[in-house]
């Protein structure tokens, strides 16, 4: 590689150089090769954490403090110094659950989280000046916000609030006492999670580490959440078929991502040159495939930390209707579910349904009023602040009120027969698609100005659509209050939490829309 490449590698890393020859040889950016090192490390890890520290070998403390350790080690591995702001958001929220009143420590954890958060983001945008981004630390304080935010809401819940003051969901997940330091740096920074996540609930990750969560989902599925009923004494069910069947998904989506993506630059769409000589139609489906050959580099990290999880016999969901184990638990995404999508809800469902549930769970669910609005704005801060990701959320709420009406109005005329329900599903496939590709472009592009000049290249069609559709059937289909919890952000949720039986069933029912 050139000298250009080199400077361009070490600008944009501020963790370790070991591995620059690797990257200078392979072509990628080293910060890309120290995350998927981490991560093939924390494969092997979590194997040996789960044959050779297993609750049956270890005590909990041994386990939380080899979790913690080496997620403290990965993450000075990929950031360096930048690491530190990730440890002292742990810690200073930590104070806050010890030492602030306990009916305010969900505001309090709130306040500091996402306010640190977004100062680190607003510092983002300076270092990297709207750079194409891979894996900078601001990753891993995303997901410790959602996970700090997440323990303070379910404390207040189980610590302040009366049983008949919560919902189902919220009974079960509530935590009666506050955690000890080690569980506290446990949870937020253990090596499964704390590079790409997902965010877990904090009652289930100290399951896992104290041995009840196989025998925890497993009674929870049969309904007898407080029996003994011989769970105790079940076997381990083998994650190993489970991880292979992800690994091999991993490399598709890496072949995918080598043969396919670097050839449909996003960029390209908002070129001058393409934008003022190329046809309309030519232009939308440029960035149709563009779209679509952006999703897999997601795909597969989301994949691979799922990987990581259920290796350490993390990630248990219960058994299937098959009477198969399912290891769906910590699982961010339905591939399937999303490229077969047929509506807006649909997509956004199977789309990185932790994040979902944790917006559910802090503000959809607990805001008085403009809960969709306000969840939107919620993600669009969690994202960081370019100004792409306000223009994609800010569009997604007239999209999700138009899809949700025209549903409504329009699929039970296609439901008299196979051949018309089959075309109203190919219409509404190729719909959302389009919608979704015109939505997400922003966050991809980062900046006003390309985001600008695509939406004009476009003609602003699916904001007029959108719109339209939502004004004219608003009187027609006023949401009702009771179906609006159950209209928005809780497909997965109401899977995995709303009961002892709900808990067991698959995270990609799609029953609700959430927002992400």
């Given at each position: 590689?050139?000298?250009?490449?080199?400077?361009?590698?070490?600008?944009?890393?501020?963790?370790?150089?070991?591995?620059?020859?690797?990257?200078?040889?392979?072509?990628?950016?080293?910060?890309?090769?120290?995350?998927?090192?981490?991560?093939?490390?924390?494969?092997?890890?979590?194997?040996?954490f789960r044959l050779y520290l297993s609750p049956n070998h270890a005590n909990p403390l041994v386990r939380h403090a080899v979790a913690t350790l080496l997620g403290i080690a990965f993450l000075i591995f990929c950031f360096g110094w930048y690491s530190a702001h990730i440890l002292t958001v742990v810690v200073a929220s930590y104070l806050i659950i010890v030492q602030a009143d306990i009916n305010n420590v969900h505001r309090y954890s709130m306040v500091m989280a996402m306010g640190y958060l977004t100062m680190c983001q607003v510092s983002r945008v300076f270092i990297f000046n709207y750079g194409i981004l891979s894996t900078d630390f601001s990753g891993p304080l995303m997901i410790v916000t959602q996970k700090i935010t997440t323990l303070a809401f379910q404390l207040h819940d189980g610590m302040c609030k009366k049983s008949e003051q919560l919902t189902s969901e919220q009974k079960l997940?509530?935590?009666?006492?506050?955690?000890?330091?080690?569980?506290?740096?446990?949870?937020?920074?253990?090596?499964?999670?704390?590079?790409?996540?997902?965010?877990?609930?904090?009652?289930?990750?100290?399951?896992?580490?104290?041995?009840?969560?196989?025998s925890s989902r497993l009674r929870q599925q049969s309904g007898t959440c407080n029996g003994q009923n011989g769970y105790d004494k079940t076997l381990e069910p083998s994650p190993l078929n489970t991880v292979c069947r992800k690994l091999l998904v991993c490399g598709g989506c890496m072949l995918f991502f080598l043969t396919v993506t670097r050839s449909l630059p996003i960029t390209y769409n908002v070129d001058p040159h393409f934008v003022s000589n190329t046809p309309f139609l030519t232009r939308l489906t440029y960035a149709f495939f563009s779209i679509q050959a952006a999703r897999p580099k997601f795909y597969f990290a989301w994949t691979l930390a799922d990987a990581v999880n259920?290796?350490?016999?993390?990630?248990?969901?219960?058994?299937?209707?098959?009477?198969?184990?399912?290891?769906?638990?910590?699982?961010?995404?339905?591939?399937?579910?999303?490229?077969?999508a047929t509506s807006f809800k649909t997509f956004i469902d199977n789309w990185n349904i932790r994040t979902g549930i944790w917006l559910k769970t802090v503000c959809y669910d607990r805001a008085p009023k403009h809960r969709l609005a306000l969840t939107f704005i919620l993600s669009a801060l969690w994202h960081g602040v370019y100004p792409g990701y306000y223009f994609t959320f800010i569009t997604a709420i007239p999209i999700t009120i138009a899809a949700r009406n025209v549903r409504k109005s329009v699929r039970h005329c296609f439901l008299g027969s196979r051949g018309s329900k089959l075309a109203y599903d190919i219409l509404t496939w190729a719909a959302t698609q389009l919608a979704i590709c015109y939505t997400?472009?922003?966050?991809?592009?980062?900046?006003?100005?390309?985001?600008?000049?695509?939406?004009?290249?476009?003609?602003?069609?699916?904001?007029?659509?959108?719109?339209?559709?939502?004004?004219?059937?608003?009187q027609k289909h006023k949401p009702r209050e009771p179906s609006a919890t159950t209209e928005t952000f809780s497909s997965a949720s109401s899977s995995l939490s709303s009961s002892c039986s709900a808990q067991c069933q698959l995270v990609h029912s799609n029953n609700n829309d959430k927002v992400d």
């Open positions: 590689m050139g000298e250009r490449a080199d400077t361009a590698f070490n600008i944009n890393t501020t963790g370790s150089k070991w591995l620059l020859p690797v990257s200078e040889h392979l072509g990628f950016p080293l910060d890309q090769v120290n995350f998927l090192a981490c991560q093939l490390f924390a494969l092997a890890a979590a194997f040996w997940l509530a935590v009666n006492v506050r955690p000890s330091l080690i569980e506290y740096l446990s949870y937020n920074l253990n090596f499964l999670s704390i590079l790409v996540g997902p965010c877990s609930n904090y009652k289930d990750y100290i399951d896992f580490i104290e041995g009840r969560h196989i259920n290796a350490a016999g993390y990630g248990f969901l219960g058994m299937d209707e098959n009477g198969k184990p399912s290891w769906g638990l910590m699982c961010n995404l339905n591939i399937v579910g999303i490229e077969t997400v472009m922003p966050f991809l592009l980062l900046a006003v100005e390309p985001t600008l000049v695509y939406y004009r290249s476009m003609y602003f069609h699916v904001h007029i659509i959108s719109i339209l559709a939502a004004i004219a059937l608003h």
